[in-house]
């Protein structure tokens, strides 16, 4: 708030310029953060949307894209009931939830356009059999490799494992249980030119 009221004074007074203080950087940064955070999350859930647009038909994108923005938004409320705060750090993380929540879904969506089936329930049964074992072996394997992040005394890398441990949970729920469903319903018919080996 000082930092503020500084610069509020110098606008009052007609000066160009700006206070400064090393400690006035953290302030600003922490006022200015969930801007930060909205433009950065929309920036790449949009680059993630085009670049899903390009290899996936446009329903399995959206319903893939959505699943992250879900996993997102659960993010940010498990950071409301764990009393985290929106900093440079989580503003990380949240940005790293979006690229590791994505694989599992776009995985599974691939896997559903390259069913050799024109029922949506049965091209999503065969996503989940021949894609559901790897994205759990996945899922798995990264929670494993990030377990010792609990044990750490440094809260910085104890908040990182709150968050990417539920990203990788919400994501294999997301894309073993919703997206499967979620294409089940109204995911696109037709059989992908993908050949199989």
């Not at 400064?20 to 801007?35: I, N, P, S, T, W």
């Not at 399995?60 to 705060?85: C, N």
């Not at 539920?166 to 073993?176: M, N, P, Q, R």
Request: glycine share 6%; hydrophobic share 55%; with cysteine.
């Amino acid at each position: 708030d000082q930092w503020l009221r500084f610069n509020q004074i110098l606008v009052d007074a007609g000066a160009r310029g700006y206070a400064y203080h090393h400690r006035y950087e953290f302030g600003y940064v922490d006022k200015r953060m969930l801007a930060f955070a909205l433009t950065n999350l929309v920036s790449a859930t949009v680059a993630i949307l085009c670049v899903l647009l390009v290899f996936l038909s446009p329903t399995v994108a959206l319903v893939s894209t959505a699943a992250v923005l879900s996993i997102d938004t659960i993010l940010f409320g498990m950071m409301v009931v764990l009393d985290v705060r929106l900093n440079s750090i989580t503003l990380i993380s949240l940005l790293i939830a979006l690229a590791l929540a994505i694989d599992y879904s776009c995985h599974l969506g691939h896997a559903y356009e390259a069913a050799p089936f024109t029922d949506r329930r049965r091209k999503a049964a065969y996503a989940l059999e021949t894609m559901g074992a790897s994205i759990l072996s996945a899922g798995s394997s990264t929670l494993l490799g990030t377990l010792f992040l609990a044990l750490s005394r440094s809260s910085v890398f104890r908040t990182f494992f709150v968050l990417v441990w539920g990203t990788i949970l919400w994501g294999l729920v997301a894309g073993l249980a919703i997206v499967p469903a979620a294409l089940s319903l109204f995911g696109p018919v037709g059989t992908d030119n993908v050949q199989h080996t």
